[in-house]
Antibody
């Protein structure tokens, strides 16, 4: 069974940076592994619900970020290491929340999620 | 971006009740609409996609309907494990989520 495990969250001050990681292990029932999937970061902001952050295709060919992030976040992946990353720069208080990685299938449907890693931005 | 408005935000119901949650899109999304269930301290779980197709393993008491701008999720007979928060999501680009509906025990 494929599993996702996020890490790297924590408490930072406004303007600082964090890099989140998502480690994939195992394979799905159909035999697919991390390198087969488009991967996505979704965040959950208290009081604001779920928000799509960024997606990267299986072979790094396509990368998409939410316009609202104004270029502060960068998604990347290392298929050899089964790792997905989210580099977050110039963090703001409003970026605080729980950050999930998820597999994306059939056009922006999220079928497998990690447990999330919390990010708190506070002075 | 397309905005999704769910109603109600909260509802109290009893085991065995029939429950319906509505999701309204700010512009038409055809049937590119999914529903997720989230329990406390857990990640969301995909229940329904393409407005009405049940994800594998999801009980048949869950059903979805709608197209364009009006959608609904119905639980035909609420079970104890169904008390959770439900989110709709349109899977166009960029994808967006509704604000959620929390189903609480009456």
């Amino acid at each position: 069974e494929m599993q996702l495990l996020e890490s790297g969250g924590g408490l930072v001050k406004p303007g600082e940076s964090l890099r989140l990681s998502c480690l994939a292990s195992g394979s799905t029932i159909s035999g697919l592994t991390f390198s087969s999937y488009t991967m996505t970061w979704v965040r959950q902001i208290p009081g604001k619900g779920l928000e799509w952050v960024s997606s990267i295709s299986s072979s790094n060919n396509y990368i998409y970020h939410a316009d609202s992030l104004k270029g502060r976040f960068t998604i990347s992946r290392d298929n050899a290491k089964n790792l997905l990353y989210l580099q977050m720069d110039s963090l703001r208080v409003e970026d605080s929340g729980l950050y999930y990685c998820a597999t994306e299938v059939s056009g922006r449907l999220y079928t497998l999620w990690g447990q999330g890693t919390p990010v708190t931005v506070s002075s | 971006d397309i905005q999704l408005t769910q109603s109600p935000s909260f509802l109290s119901a009893s085991v065995g009740d029939r429950v319906t949650i509505t999701c309204r899109a700010s512009q038409g999304v055809n049937t590119f609409l999914a529903w997720y269930q989230q329990k406390p301290l857990r990640a969301p779980k995909l229940l329904i996609y393409s407005a009405s197709i049940l994800q594998s393993g999801v009980p048949s008491r869950f059903s979805g309907s709608g197209s364009g701008t009006e959608f609904s999720l119905t639980i035909s007979s609420l079970q104890p494990e169904d008390f959770a928060t439900y989110y709709c999501q349109q899977n166009g680009f960029p994808p967006t989520f509704g604000g959620g509906t929390t189903v609480e025990i009456k």
